[in-house]
């Protein structure tokens, strides 16, 4: 793989991250991180690097965080999808 091709596909990896961080956030509101991990059987090691967009959480994660704010995957994934440019794709095509 190219350097460029890598570096680019690395952009697009943190502009996801960083949505998803900012969705989490938004749905969380005033409720702590620990609140919300506890309630819902995520560790909160999990939960806080995702919000922070460290780490890229592993897909039954991201069921289980879309569960804990009541919505579908579909629906926190949307959500997660608002926050990125109109045009996003992950792979050029």
Request: aromatic residues 6%.
């Amino acid at each position: 793989m190219q350097e460029d091709t890598r570096k680019e596909l690395e952009e697009k990896k943190k502009l996801v991250i960083t949505a998803l961080a900012e969705t989490i956030k938004e749905l969380r509101g005033e409720k702590s991180q620990f609140i919300v991990a506890s309630e819902n059987d995520i560790p909160i090691s999990i939960l806080s690097t995702a919000e922070r967009g460290i780490k890229d959480p592993q897909l039954t994660t991201i069921f289980r965080i879309a569960e804990a704010f009541d919505l579908s995957v579909v629906d926190f994934l949307a959500k997660v999808c608002e926050k990125l440019p109109a045009d996003f794709e992950m792979i050029d095509k």
